[in-house]
């Protein structure tokens, strides 16, 4: 079944495509700078995570709905999603985390 871009324009309707295409966990990011599955509370380093996609959702009438998912992998083969707001209203560990993340890919893509 092909998703079309229309279907893909809530986050709702992302998570629900990225549940189906098996990434199954929720992850957030704790003070400790850490990705942790809220499923069984396994923490995650940056160099254990890899972001395979995001989507941004910007609210139509509030600047405080914009909102950004990240579709994650992980070594040990998990799979997942992280939600944050982007702009003013994100989360200054989320957005510390996924800068170590992005930083790690350049490295590894430099290397190859």
């Known amino acids: 079944m092909e998703t079309t871009t229309e279907e893909m324009k809530t986050l709702a309707s992302c998570i629900n495509k990225m549940t189906v295409e098996g990434y199954t966990e929720d992850y957030k990011v704790n003070e400790s700078s850490q990705l942790v599955s809220l499923r069984d509370e396994k923490n995650y380093s940056p160099d254990e995570v890899h972001i395979v996609n995001f989507y941004r959702f910007e609210g139509a009438s509030d600047p405080a709905d914009n909102s ?45």
Request: glycine fraction near 6%.
């Open 68 to 112: 950004i998912l990240y579709v994650i992998e992980t070594d040990d083969g998990k799979k997942g999603t992280l939600i944050d707001a982007y702009g003013p209203y994100a989360d200054p560990q989320v957005s510390k985390f996924i800068k170590r993340v992005e930083d790690i890919s350049k490295k590894t893509n430099k290397e190859e």
